[in-house]
């Protein structure tokens, strides 16, 4: 279907010598188009509900499925017995975080943290790199903050949880081999390795006296964050640079781990790895030719082509990818091409903050194009239709993360009275993304339904944390 209505965005192009009234038709044409393309109807929302259902099933069973549901074997406890200090490093993106927690019974006390960038040369360069990276900065971390924290014969090893935000295959609490990289990294020797096992030895070698004892997903730390302070959180969410969800299950659903499936009715936190949904058949997903474009040219062709539409590394790009075949059309000034050529040069903050110009004029965005960009655009038709493609882009993924959620909460038969515990940059810092949200949620699962959604700020990372102290 998209091919086709992409063939009249082909045909709609605009020349020099075309009067005001006919650019300004074909724009509203390339918009109906474009917004046909990008909204999607309550029917095909329900047809993603129980396609995402069918694959939780499937995933749970060890069948061929796009949806991983990972184990994560962490189970649910009480929170009281958790008590000392205990770090957590978080490494999930381009950042990458220390953390220091102090815990008594249950409740954290007090944290100190430092965030570092971890160079490109480690997100693409070799194993030895990247973790002796974060064992350094480990070292720095304590050196300046906690030093007493490393002396020998002075304190305990220290019980560290990591917080490893990519899809693993984990074999306990505290091993797990990487399966594939995803949101751009590609560093060499990760891949099929125990991670705990590359984070341990790092540390040794760098004199770091701590003892990983357990491994997590940023979902599942996300989730236990909350669950220390909300028994009802029933889901951890990240919409951020990557996107993905985890929540409680029934062990004995478990059914490809019977590790995990004698557990019975003890509910146990599955990561769904829900950025993969519906990669391989495309059945249902609404991609567009724009989708196809940004999808062809990543390092992971194929993989992840949910997260591809609803994650902070990607929405931003898609809106480039359209703005710049616009151009080319003639149906945007021709700058607009020329300043945006460059690959992921258009950000997701820059495409959210448009998105929100709702200002008379759009001044916000004439500003931003032309202060960021060097774009200096004369006709307010062209901001106009640029400020909307940023909308259509941003709903699709707002409705698309309802979807998810809401499909997962059916699953789980958790409708009622359900704390949803969501992080990243996407739902926290673009305007409306959350509204949009919510309303999909409503309007699948139905007036009665009682679903709360909280921001958990960094609780990827504390709640490694917690999981280490529960360890
Ligand atoms: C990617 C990773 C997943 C992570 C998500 C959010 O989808 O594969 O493990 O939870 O990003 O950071």
Partial sequence: MSKRLHNILDHISSGKGESKEMKDLKQRLALATLTAQFTISPERLKEMVYFMIHEMHEGLAGKKSTLRMLPSFVYKKHTASADGVYYALDLGGTNFRVIRMLIRQGELISTSSSQFTIPIEHMKGTVDGLFGFIATSVLKFIT???????????????????????????????????????????????????????LQQALDKTAVDMKVVALCNDTVGTLIARYFRDEHAQMGVILGTGANACYWEKSSAVVKDPN????????????????????????????????????????????????????????????????????????????????????????????????????????????????????????????????????????????????????????????????????????????????????????????????????????????????????
């Fill in 144 to 198: 300046e903050k906690a030093p007493d924290d490393n002396k020998k014969g002075y304190s305990r090893t220290i019980p560290l949880g990591f917080t490893f935000s990519f899809p693993v295959k984990q074999m306990s609490l505290n091993s797990g081999s990487l399966i594939e990289w995803t949101k751009g990294f590609t560093t060499t020797g990760v891949q099929g390795e125990d991670v705990v096992r590359l």
């Fill in 260 to 471: 995990v499936q004698k557990e019975g009715q003890r509910e146990t936190v599955i990561n769904m790895e829900f950025g993969n949904f519906d990669s391989q058949c495309v059945h249902c997903l609404p991609v567009t030719v724009f989708d196809d474009i940004v999808d062809k040219a990543s390092p992971n062709v194929g993989a992840q082509r949910f997260e591809k539409l609803i994650s902070g590394m990607y929405l931003g790009e898609i809106s480039r990818v359209i703005l710049v075949s616009l151009s080319k059309n003639g149906l945007l000034a021709k700058s607009v091409a020329d300043r945006l050529e460059k690959p992921y040069s258009f950000e997701s903050r820059d495409s959210g903050l448009i998105s929100a110009d709702r200002l008379p004029g759009l001044n916000f965005t004439r500003n931003l194009l032309l202060e960021k960009f060097g774009i200096n655009l004369q006709d307010s038709s062209d901001l106009y239709l640029i400020r909307n493609i940023c909308v259509l882009v941003r709903n699709r993924a707002a409705q698309l993360a309802g979807m998810a959620i809401a499909a997962t909460l059916l699953k789980a038969e958790k409708t009622g009275n359900a704390t949803i515990a969501v992080d990243g940059s996407v739902y926290e810092k673009t305007p409306s993304f959350r509204a949009v949200l919510i309303n999909t949620i409503r309007a699948i699962l139905g007036e009665e339904a009682d679903v709360r959604l909280v921001l958990q700020k960094e609780g990827s990372g504390h709640g490694a944390g917690f999981i280490a102290a529960l360890a």
